[in-house]
């Protein structure tokens, strides 16, 4: 079994920054691709961002293209998610995934509790 465990949330002001992580413990990664997804209060679980985790493949959803980059540490078994330039509608819930290389959440095997982001205006 894999388990999965965020961090890294927390305040931020509009075109501020913050880098989650997510890290990893319980089985190996390396046939498996790491996403991030977010969900805001009353909204739907979104995607957001997706790695290969052996060939570092990479995808965002349109929304945070150009403002957030995902990478990974193999050897520490962790992903990041950079955020930058943050906007007040990226305050949600963040949460890290492992499955399939997919933006859906139902492709996904093992999920993390997640991590709260607010960005104030």
């Known amino acids: 079994q894999v388990q999965l465990v965020e961090s890294g949330g927390g305040s931020a002001q509009a075109g501020g920054s913050l880098r989650l992580s997510c890290t990893a413990s319980?089985?190996?990664?390396?046939?498996?691709?790491m996403d991030w997804f977010r969900q805001a209060p009353g909204k739907e679980r979104e995607f957001v961002a997706a790695i290969r985790w052996s060939a570092g493949n990479t995808a965002y959803a349109n929304s945070v293209k150009g403002r957030f980059t995902i990478s990974r540490d193999n050897a520490e078994n962790t992903v990041y998610l950079q955020m930058n330039t943050l906007k007040p509608e990226d305050t949600a819930v963040y949460y890290c995934?492992?499955?399939?290389?997919?933006?859906?959440?139902?492709?996904?095997?093992?999920w993390g509790k997640g991590t709260l982001v607010t960005v104030s205006s």
């Open positions: 995934a492992t499955g399939r290389w997919s933006a859906l959440p139902e492709d996904m095997d093992y």
């Open positions: 319980g089985g190996t990664l390396d046939k498996y691709a």
